[in-house]
């Protein structure tokens, strides 16, 4: 089994290491691919740097896994998660990984996230797909991300093709994670955005913490509370449930 391994954060970050590092102690094949520079709120964005019309890509040695084979890739994660998929550093992966993240990735906030992005752009292309995040700014605790991906890569890897897991993962030790447990998105994310200031030439933007236990069972709440949390999300789809009365037949 193969795994490509990718983030938004950048090919030198601690998280991108710990996660190759525990998918190869499961036994797969894995190659990093990452961006070259931070991505954080790259979304599922297909930006990237050409070189007459070809993606530039660097080799890049991962410091103590030199075993790994890992490259620098001048782009955003969402679109080397899509060249990925296709061949673009080797064999087809099975399974892509994100990860680990500097920051959680939680509530509807996703939809801007890089990691998730990238995650959500690989089952785009019909690939089972893992976003990891650490409730930590910095490196933080990444050795106890590490061992929830080791629980949670196996499943995936069993579960259908295009299926995509959100896992956040507080920043404590190990031995004080209290498991593992189904959340639902919150509301928000784990910051929400307020407009402070509008003046002639710019607009001041503030971030504050969320309340997070006004929603008890999200994503947010059970973060906080020490839960490491998988949510399972889609990729693409057609909303069914919204009426669109007499449009239908405009034309």
Do not use: K
Not at 7 to 35: E, F, K, Q, Y
Not at 42 to 55: D, E, H, I, M, P
Not at 72 to 95: H, K, N, Q, S, Y
Not at 190 to 209: L, P
Request: glycine fraction near 10%.
């Amino acid at each position: 089994m193969r795994a490509l391994v990718t983030n938004d954060d950048g090919v030198t970050s601690a998280g991108i290491r710990a996660l190759a590092r525990a998918a190869a102690d499961l036994g797969l094949d894995v190659v990093v691919a990452a961006p070259a520079w931070d991505s954080s709120g790259a979304s599922a964005s297909l930006t990237g740097v050409s070189l007459q019309g070809r993606l530039v890509v660097h080799d890049h040695a991962l410091d103590g896994d030199d075993h790994i084979r890992a490259y620098a890739v001048e782009a955003a994660p969402a679109l080397i998660a899509r060249v990925g998929v296709r061949g673009a550093f080797g064999p087809e992966p099975d399974i892509v990984l994100s990860g680990i993240n500097h920051g959680p990735n939680t509530g509807q906030a996703v939809v801007h996230s890089g990691t998730v992005g990238a995650a959500l752009t690989a089952a785009t292309q019909g690939c089972r797909a893992v976003a990891f995040s650490l409730g930590a700014e910095a490196d933080g605790h990444v050795e106890t991300a590490a061992a929830v991906a080791r629980t949670v890569i196996p499943w995936a890897l069993d579960a259908p093709d295009r299926t995509v897991l959100n896992v956040n993962v507080p920043d404590v030790a190990e031995a004080r994670l209290r498991g593992l447990r189904r959340a639902t998105l919150a509301t928000f994310g784990a910051v929400q955005t307020h407009v402070t200031e509008v003046n002639e030439g710019y607009v001041e933007v503030s971030y504050r913490d969320v309340d997070r236990v006004r929603e008890p069972g999200t994503d947010t709440a059970l973060l906080a509370e020490g839960w490491a949390t998988f949510t399972p999300l889609h990729s693409v789809c057609e909303a069914l449930s919204v009426e669109t009365g007499s449009l239908e037949s405009v034309g």
